[in-house]
């Protein structure tokens, strides 16, 4: 469909924002990052031990910036009217903002988390391990938390409402993924934690536009 | 049959006496249970402390329940566009919420005497606290929507995506919990039931649903009344 | 393709407020619409309940093209251009891609969009930000959708507002260009519309 295609390539365009947006999630990241070892104390076997957990914390966090403008900004200036009103449905206007959304700011966060998952002490083998899980999560948490964003159109509470609303859903992938870090770097079996990981990301890929269109009409009656 | 469900005035007259008929039974059946549980002997393993399993374990049942209900009423709400039942969806979160509270408060109390500390990351109890903030969650959207019907609607499809959610949370929990296998005192969330128990057990049971149901139906009351006071005023101003 | 929009026995409200009941209009292929009303009236609400955003108390919205009956979700998607208070342009972003976009997105082509742009004149405009666009031009960039994605029935708001008396001439031009290609015209207005219109009242 050509209007999926045109919107797909408008999305990228606006979260891009001439390189702001996912400047911006990685410069937070960094943030928490550093931020983490000035609250704990740097000694590094301290660090070492929540260094892959906390880096996926973080990510998680990270996720929630740029949430609140995914739907608002249109909102705000009527283009979620034009978007309703096109040949392509809504659940493909949500999917499409949502994959854009993981491409600008979950993939350039899945290069920085093992990044700073060494630099707070992780073994750098795990590196590709957490490099991928940043990228199957980053997907997942994209999906829940435009949930998040859609349900909370229009009530100028803004991200610290989208945070409360989606924090739970975050839980799962949180889990999965840490845990299977963690299980890499015990020498366990990782691959389940993976496999769970990557069904919770496809399961919100597959079932959140449906929840995020509904939450639009709503926005919009 | 079923008419008091989504005819408000059939619902008034319904719950007029049935709110009240509930909240007596919750009390008598309370009262049984707690006798009952009382009159048993102390366990051998845990002493008196276990009085606070007759109170921890049906609110943690009963927090679960509530969003089970909350979730059919949303459901009822969005797909049948019944207003009642946008009303009963909204009157059982703060229900839902304290019940979870209550749990996660008395489930602490019960884990200091057991296992020497306040607060403890298993399962049960870490998986209450999600559902807590999954009902801090609808609670703060309601607040922040200021159309009625908007809030009503979009905390509805919240509700739904937290019962698909809920499930998965309880799972992941769970498999977390494996992964981190601390301490096996902690596992299974506490130990089994003495058969002496069960009574007073299921009786508290039945007076927490009890309880539930007839705090429910006076908050249903509530929204409806707030709802045609609204009708009202709105009618009075023009 | 819309040929005829009946409205039957609407009833609308916002929020807990009644707008108006037993609204009935038909609108026919070549026929242009002017709602007048006091603020408040519901113009708007009627306009975005027709557009299929706000679900009616009472009453039916029907569509009916050449071979009977529409789909009223197709028509809307396919056929329905929405003009509203506010233009839907990001003001970061150039007015030619802006304006590219809600062409492509309502069925538009390239070359359309090249045509809108001639008709609107906006050569000038359009390599500038949005932002530093003033009222009655993003105006005008909004309105080239119109021109350029062919749809047959056009809903606006307050469609003149923010353009001078020239533009207001021009857009007069291209509402009767529109309406004589056989397609339909609603427009909640304040002031009469530059072209012959049947008026419509809203609102008790």
Not at chain 2, 6 to 23: E, V
Not at chain 3, 16 to 38: H, K
Not at chain 3, 85 to 112: C, N, P, Y
Request: aromatic fraction near 10%; proline fraction near 5%.
């Amino acid at each position: 469909m050509s209007g999926f295609g045109v919107l797909f390539r408008r999305e990228l365009a606006l979260s891009w924002g001439k390189g702001g947006g996912p400047l911006l999630a990685v410069s937070f990241y960094a943030a928490m990052a550093t931020l983490l070892p000035l609250a704990t104390g740097p000694a590094p076997d301290k660090l070492a031990i929540v260094a892959p957990g906390s880096a996926w914390l973080a990510l998680a966090l990270a996720s929630l910036l740029s949430l609140e403008r995914l739907f608002e900004r249109d909102y705000e200036d009527g283009a979620l009217d034009l978007l309703s009103l096109g040949s392509t449905p809504l659940e493909a206007v949500a999917f499409a903002k949502c994959l854009a959304q993981w491409i600008t700011t979950g993939a350039p966060l899945a290069l920085a988390a093992p990044i700073a998952s060494i630099a707070l002490g992780a073994s750098p083998s795990l590196s590709g391990l957490i490099a991928f899980t940043a990228l199957v999560g980053g997907l997942g948490f994209s999906f829940c938390g435009g949930i998040g964003a859609a349900l909370s159109i229009g009530s100028r509470r803004g991200g610290v409402l989208i945070a409360v609303i989606v924090l739970p859903l975050f839980a799962p992938p949180v889990i999965f993924g840490a845990g299977a870090i963690e299980a890499y770097a015990a020498g366990l079996d990782w691959k389940t934690g993976l496999l769970l990981l990557s069904a919770y990301s496809l399961a919100a890929v597959g079932l959140g536009p449906f929840a995020m269109a509904a939450a639009c009409r709503n926005a919009l009656s | 049959m079923f008419a008091f469900l989504y005819n408000p005035d059939r619902f008034m007259a319904f719950s007029r006496w049935g709110a009240p008929l509930f909240g007596v039974l919750a009390v008598l059946l309370g009262a049984a249970g707690l006798w009952l549980d009382f009159a048993a002997p102390p366990d051998y393993q845990q002493g008196y402390t276990i009085h606070i399993m007759f109170i921890h374990v049906p609110a943690s049942m009963l927090s679960l329940f509530v969003y089970l209900c909350l979730g059919v009423a949303s459901f009822l709400g969005l797909v049948f566009r019944q207003p009642l039942a946008e009303a009963a969806a909204r009157a059982a979160a703060p229900l839902g919420a304290g019940l979870t509270f209550l749990a996660l408060i008395t489930g602490s109390l019960w884990g200091k005497p057991m296992w020497g500390t306040w607060w403890v990351w298993d399962a049960r109890l870490t998986s209450e606290l999600v559902l807590l903030l999954f009902y801090l969650g609808y609670m703060a959207l309601q607040a922040a929507i200021d159309d009625e019907a908007r809030a009503a609607r979009a905390c509805a499809i919240l509700a739904l995506v937290g019962v698909v959610n809920l499930p998965i949370v309880v799972f992941s929990v769970d498999w977390w919990n494996t992964l981190h296998q601390g301490s096996t005192l902690f596992a299974k969330g506490g130990p089994a039931m003495a058969p002496v128990y069960l009574p007073p057990f299921f009786l508290m049971i039945l007076a927490y649903t009890s309880a539930f149901g007839s705090l429910w139906l006076v908050r249903i009351r509530g929204e409806v009344w707030r709802r045609r006071a609204n009708v009202l005023a709105v009618r009075a101003a023009r | 393709m819309i040929s005829a929009l009946s409205i039957t026995n609407l009833a609308l409200s916002r929020g807990d407020r009644p707008l108006f009941a037993q609204f009935s209009l038909t609108v026919s292929a070549g026929e242009p619409v002017a709602l007048t009303g006091a603020n408040g009236a519901g113009k708007t609400s009627l306009l975005r309940a027709i557009a299929g955003f706000i679900r009616p108390d009472a009453g039916e919205i029907g569509f009916t093209g050449a071979d009977g009956a529409l789909e009223a979700e197709e028509a809307r998607g396919r056929d329905l251009h929405l003009l509203g208070h506010l233009d839907g342009l990001k003001s970061g972003r150039s007015a030619w891609e802006e304006l590219l976009f809600q062409v492509h997105w309502t069925g538009g082509t390239d070359a359309s969009a090249e045509a809108a742009c001639e008709a609107l004149d906006l050569g000038r405009l359009r390599a500038l930000e949005v932002r530093k666009l003033s009222a009655g031009q993003r105006r005008r960039v909004a309105l080239a959708r119109l021109i350029a994605s062919p749809r047959t029935l056009w809903l606006l708001d307050e469609p003149l507002t923010p353009l001078d008396a020239a533009w207001r001439a021009r857009f007069g031009e291209i509402m009767a260009a529109h309406v004589a290609g056989g397609g339909m015209i609603i427009a909640a207005v304040h002031d009469p519309l530059p072209i012959p219109a049947r008026a419509v009242a809203v609102g008790a």
